[in-house]
T-cell receptor, first 114, second 117 residues
Framework: AAGVIQSPRHLIKEKRETATLKCYPI?????VYWYQQGPGQDPQFLIS?????QSDKGSIPDRFSAQQFSDYHSELNMSSLELGDSALYFC???WGTGSYNEQFFGPGTRLTVL | AQKITQTQPGMFVQEKEAVTLDCTYD???????LFWYKQPSSGEMIFLIY??????QNATEGRYSLNFQKARKSANLVISASQLGDSAMYFC??????????????FGKGTRLSVIA
């Protein structure tokens, strides 16, 4: 079965650079979530989209933005990167937004900021 | 306030033994979902088991079972017949409706399980 695809899997950037992470949800899933997991931390919710509209925001810095496109893929844009942005970034997709719907996680993008 | 509490930062278990990982949660919403994820050292987040707040029976998935005690707001994960490959970080998580109608996952701090041969 198709899974959530994230690209790139690994990314190394310098401070103050920009980065774009991509997420391709499971076909027919209409909801995408982004999470950030710092080293030794639990994942923290950043932002979500339902039917291509932003549906909720969590602890996403103003330097970050995201969108979901007509084909349902999503991109997380990160500018003015800081050392503290080094983390594993997960995208998850689900069908519907209900609390009973399982979220399927992608393999993550490991971002390292030097 | 912490929504999901996992009080065991680390646990050791002998191979083939059963182990229980604790999780308590805090919510005032009657409708919520509880999830357990496994995260091996490679980093991927693997779904293990799910329990809905209205489910009458405890969830089971192979060697995984969830001991759901609604009145105590606990959702402990039981792994039977532990295997070396079970060594990983385990996260308990909850989805509850927000004002937006969306239900992102809220995670606990995790429990690192080490299986000893």
């Amino acid at each position: 079965a198709a899974g959530v695809i994230q690209s790139p899997r690994h990314l190394i950037k310098e401070k103050r650079e920009t980065a774009t992470l991509k997420c391709y949800p499971i076909p027919r899933h209409d909801t995408v979530y982004w999470y950030q997991q710092g080293p030794g931390q639990d994942p923290q919710f950043l932002i979500s989209f339902y039917e291509k509209m932003q549906s909720d925001k969590g602890s996403i810095p103003d330097r970050f933005s995201a969108q979901q496109f007509s084909d349902y893929h999503s991109e997380l844009n990160m500018s003015s990167l800081e050392l503290g942005d080094s983390a594993l970034y997960f995208c998850a997709s689900s069908w519907g937004t209900g609390s009973y719907n399982e979220q399927f996680f992608g393999p993550g993008t490991r971002l390292t900021v030097l | 306030a912490q929504k999901i509490t996992q009080t065991q930062p680390g646990m050791f278990v002998q191979e083939k033994e059963a182990v229980t990982l604790d999780c308590t949660y805090d919510t005032s919403d009657p409708s919520y979902g509880l999830f357990w994820y496994k995260q091996p050292s490679s980093g991927e987040m693997i779904f293990l088991i799910y329990q809905g707040s209205y489910d009458q029976q405890n969830a089971t998935e192979g060697r995984y079972s969830l001991n759901f005690q609604k009145a105590r707001k606990s959702a402990n994960l039981v792994i039977s017949a532990s295997q070396l490959g079970d060594s990983a970080m385990y996260f308990c998580a909850m989805r509850e409706p927000r004002n937006s109608g969306n239900t992102p996952l809220v995670f606990g701090k995790g429990t690192r399980l080490s299986v000893i041969a």
